[in-house]
């Protein structure tokens, strides 16, 4: 696509999260096909978790919605060949796609679909570990002396018998060590997730040149880039000393924090910047204050952008949303990095079901996502106003309890919801009231939470305030944030109303005073869509504001 002096494609984008499994699913009979021809799917989760996970096929047939919703990038979760004990995050081949989601010749097909439609598509790219049934890691257990032995990290035990682990590091889902004794070789291998997802040893490089290989392999194919996983987990302490005790019981996921990890971001941002596509690095730096997150850019030579999560972890308070917008804003900024905003993904409850299950305040919680500084990123489902599902015991099966926000996304008003189940249930409960929030019903109503999505993202794509902006936080009432964009001449305001009383809002007006350009409650509510803005904002309402004529 042309370039020119135009910002980088990344900048002005909002990307749209795929979680396959929960999709769409279009093609039962050819999957089915695929795995009889394969003779079942190897190591597979029984059942519904199998045979009603969504397929390529049907990311590919929603396209046109997604055109239509107004996005400009897809980031498609893991899609590749694996025994599904992370769905998905523990692979076992880096470069096929699982038989359950369809072929490399479907992949394809989706990506110029997508690309022909303008929309560009990021991949994951989980290179801090590989499934325990990878080639790679079935061959570095076989022996001590093994050719691919050194790809992972393995120690002897501590202790006379060596019984204890090597550390104190604790993994992620589950309570346990981050370290798995190998009975056969008589050492302990790391995982900072499952046993079933050993970390690899980025130290080595052959390590680097293998994964090397795998960007590759993508960028050939067409992909605009990748979403690493657990990006701040790659480079490792080589003396793996443990961490003091007080934190022992916080998975070390969370705090490995090693600066080899940033020569190695240098290495892999070579290898894409060669591309004349200009793909993108988007890290999951899953560490807790924003700036961690932001020593993740280097000196624009690591990743482009870094998911901001702090902001993630706010309730519907103005004080928290204010303090983190500050905060981006310097942290970001002081290192001329270019925030990433997330709300909801496929690890956390989704925002509603975090803010209440107000619909109310999903809608606030769009103008902001679609209104700060920086990318944004939003999750399959939201523009559906989309709650968790209530997930029973005896359906569970996420070892990390992330099933709510996992829901299969509801299509139309049918019993199946635009799934081809065939009589399978769905491999997770429908989320609430899928006979009426769903994509079909709710594209009919103008007043729907999807119609207000439609408008912000056509909003934001007109104004290069919104797109490109600075940010400045307005002095308002306690339980308000306000704040206003600007970028070469073009001005935006946006407001929000966290409180549950109408509040006055003063705000110094341009010559022509301010329009609502869009607002939660559309021509409803307090403030018209078009109309002059009258200076106050009613409970759990959030304004767009433009400079009248
Ligand atoms: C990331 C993913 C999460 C996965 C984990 C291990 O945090 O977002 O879903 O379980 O990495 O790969």
């Known amino acids: 696509m042309p370039d020119g002096d135009a910002a980088p494609w990344w900048k002005t984008a909002v990307f749209y999260q795929v979680y396959p499994r929960s999709f769409a699913l279009a093609d039962l009979g050819a999957r089915r096909a695929r795995l009889d021809q394969l003779g079942g799917l190897a190591g597979a989760a029984p059942g519904a978790v199998r045979d009603s996970a969504g397929d390529l096929e049907g990311i590919r047939q929603r396209l046109d919605y997604l055109a239509w919703v107004g996005i400009d990038a897809i980031w498609l979760s893991p899609f590749q060949p694996s025994p599904m004990v992370d769905f998905g995050y523990d692979i076992a081949d880096f470069c096929d796609v699982d038989p359950l989601f369809g072929t490399l010749d479907d992949f394809d097909c989706l990506l110029a679909d997508a690309h022909a439609r303008n929309l560009r598509v990021i991949i994951d790219l ?10 790679w890691f079935v ?115 969370v705090q490995n924090d090693h600066p080899s990890t940033h020569g190695i971001l240098r290495e892999l941002r070579k290898v894409v910047d060669a591309y004349p596509h200009h793909p993108v ?67 956390q409850p989704r925002l509603r079901t975090r803010y209440g299950g107000s619909e109310r305040r999903a809608r606030a919680a769009a103008f902001l996502l679609l209104g700060w500084r920086g990318t944004a990123f939003l999750y399959a489902g939201e523009e559906l106003g989309t709650e968790d599902a209530e997930i029973p015991p005896e359906q569970t099966v996420d070892p990390g309890g992330r099933d709510g926000c996992r829901a299969p996304i509801p299509w139309d008003p049918t019993p199946n919801h635009g799934w081809e189940l ?24 103008p007043a729907s939470i ?59 007006a341009p010559q022509g005073g301010w329009v609502v350009e869009v607002a939660t409650g559309g021509e409803e509510g307090l403030a018209g869509e078009g109309t002059a803005y009258l200076g106050r904002i009613g409970p759990e309402e959030a304004l767009l504001l433009k400079p009248g004529r």
């Open 126 to 135: 989980v290179a801090n570990h590989t499934s325990d049934q990878h080639p």
């Open 422 to 445: 065939d009589s399978q249930p769905a491999w997770l409960p429908w989320p609430p009231q899928a006979s009426v929030r769903n994509a079909e019903t709710l594209s009919h109503d």
């Open 450 to 508: 999807l119609a207000l999505y439609r408008r912000l993202l056509a909003a934001r794509k007109a104004s290069p305030a919104l797109t490109l902006g600075d940010l400045e936080l307005l002095a308002t009432p306690e339980s308000v944030v306000a704040f206003r964009r600007e970028w070469e001449g073009d001005v935006r305001v946006v407001v929000v109303g966290f409180g549950k009383e109408e509040c006055a809002v003063e705000l110094e």
């Open 281 to 347: 690095l988007v890290g999951e730096v899953f560490l807790l204050t924003a700036r961690q997150i932001a020593a993740y850019y280097g000196a624009d030579d690591e990743l482009h952008l870094a998911f901001n999560f702090p902001a993630m972890g706010c309730d519907f308070d103005a004080a928290c949303i204010r303090r983190r917008t500050d905060e981006a804003t310097r942290v970001f900024g002081e290192v001329n990095a270019w925030p990433a905003w997330v709300l909801s993904n496929h690890d």
């Open 139 to 253: 061959d570095a257990r076989s022996s001590r002396t093994a050719a691919l032995r050194n790809w992972y990290i393995w120690r002897d035990g501590r202790g006379p018998d060596r019984a204890t682990p090597p550390n104190n590091w604790t993994r992620a889902f589950g309570k346990g060590p981050a370290w798995t004794y190998d009975e056969a070789t008589k050492q302990w291998y790391l995982h900072l997730f499952m046993p079933e997802q050993p970390d690899l040893n980025w130290s080595n490089p052959e390590v680097v040149e293998a994964m090397t290989a795998v960007i590759r392999f993508w960028l050939d194919r067409g992909v605009d880039g990748f979403r690493l996983d657990v990006v701040h987990g790659l480079g490792k302490d080589p003396e793996l000393p443990d961490v003091p005790a007080e934190r022992a019981a916080l998975p070390y996921c």
